[in-house]
């Protein structure tokens, strides 16, 4: 079983550049998740999705775009990409029905220089 | 700011003692739940405790939950030196299951052989 597979796993861009993190769960899952990961900051929500079609702000979204055209699929994307965006990034994924745990994908260093 | 806050930050025992890490929160809470990070790679669900239960066990780990107190503690008992890693508290506020998870900034634990 894949579970929750984030892509690529590592990436370097030049500030002002542009683009597109993949995350894909395959357990039919509802919710699903972006967060940053900074060193004593712990895990930061993005934005998050309760289901197809639908998006929402976390705790820190400016900067960053979301979409979930495909219930599988959770896309993160920074149109313009500043050194303030170095960070781990997470994509987690949990059911809707009842309280329920989330699983994660193994994450995306991303550095901006 | 983030809606969990751990304490202590660090955490260093010997093989065979017990760990106790505290998570405090904001708002009134549907859950919450315990995660495992082992360095560099993404967080493993320990256990989830509800807002209408005190206290719950698995294996060598304890979850305690005080709603009144807006805190949470997690003991480990009998720890290894396998145990080493950072745990996160993550909590879904509101009363209802709303998706939305938000993590505290963790405790790192290591534990000496």
């Known amino acids: 079983n894949a579970g929750v597979t984030q892509t690529p796993k590592f990436r370097v861009l030049k500030t002002g550049q542009s683009m597109t993190l993949l995350c894909a769960q395959d357990?039919?899952?509802?919710?699903m998740y972006w967060y940053r990961q900074d060193p004593g900051m712990g895990l930061r929500l993005i934005h998050y999705?309760?289901?197809?079609?639908?998006?929402a702000k976390g705790e820190v979204p400016d900067g960053y775009n979301v979409s979930r055209l495909k219930k599988q699929n959770f896309l993160l994307g920074l149109e313009s990409a500043a050194p303030s965006q170095t960070s781990v990034y997470f994509c987690?994924?949990?059911?809707?029905?009842?309280?329920?745990?989330?699983?994660f994908g193994q994450g995306t260093r991303l550095t901006v220089v | 700011s983030q809606q969990g806050e751990e304490d202590p930050q660090a955490l260093s025992i010997q093989e065979g003692e017990n760990a106790t890490m505290n998570c405090s929160y904001k708002?009134?809470?549907?859950?919450l739940q315990w995660y495992r990070q082992n360095s560099g790679r993404g967080l493993v669900h320990l256990i989830l405790?509800?807002?209408?239960?005190r206290e719950k066990h698995s294996g060598r780990l304890r979850v305690t939950l005080d709603t009144s107190k807006k805190s949470s503690s997690l003991l480990i008992t009998a720890s290894r030196a396998a145990d080493t890693a950072s745990y996160f508290c993550?909590?879904?506020?509101?009363?209802?299951?709303?998706?939305?998870?938000?993590f505290g900034q963790g405790t790192t634990l290591q534990v000496k052989p």
């Open positions: 993550a909590t879904s506020p509101g009363s209802g299951n709303t998706g939305k998870l938000i």
């Open positions: 357990m039919n899952h509802e919710y």
């Open positions: 708002t009134s809470i549907n859950n």
């Open positions: 405790i509800r807002s209408n239960e």
């Open positions: 987690a994924s949990s059911h809707r029905t009842g309280p329920s745990e989330a699983f």
């Open positions: 999705s309760v289901g197809e079609g639908t998006t």
